[in-house]
């Protein structure tokens, strides 16, 4: 799925993480699984995109999309981390506006 990739992309640019780890199934490091829970949270809950189809594009199970978006929300209590997911969702909008308008 298109938007997946660019979550990917966008995601690995701006945390300063390898795209292609991120793209590994299995285990990966933490600041990778991280990074990849935040882009999984974010296409989710700010694009829209159900997890079947999250789990599906970032080679994923839904459930643990699920407990990405749980964690990921649990985590925004902190201040910083919240400012940098707001960042993040900022810039997937602007990225994927036109694909979320058709």
């Known amino acids: 799925m298109e938007v997946c990739e660019g979550m990917i992309d966008i995601c690995a640019a701006l945390y300063n993480v390898c795209s292609k780890d991120m793209r590994r199934t299995g285990r990966t490091a933490a600041s990778v ?19 079947h189809e999250v789990g599906h594009g970032f ?33 997937a909008l602007a990225a994927f506006k036109n694909r979320l308008e058709n």
């Open 59 to 91: 080679a994923r199970d839904r459930t643990t999309v699920r407990h990405a978006c749980h964690l990921i929300e649990d985590l925004r209590d902190d201040e910083e981390f919240d400012r940098a997911v707001a960042q993040t969702e900022r810039i």
């Open 33 to 51: 699984s991280r990074v990849r829970q935040i882009a999984m949270y974010v296409t989710h809950v700010t694009l829209g995109i159900s997890m």
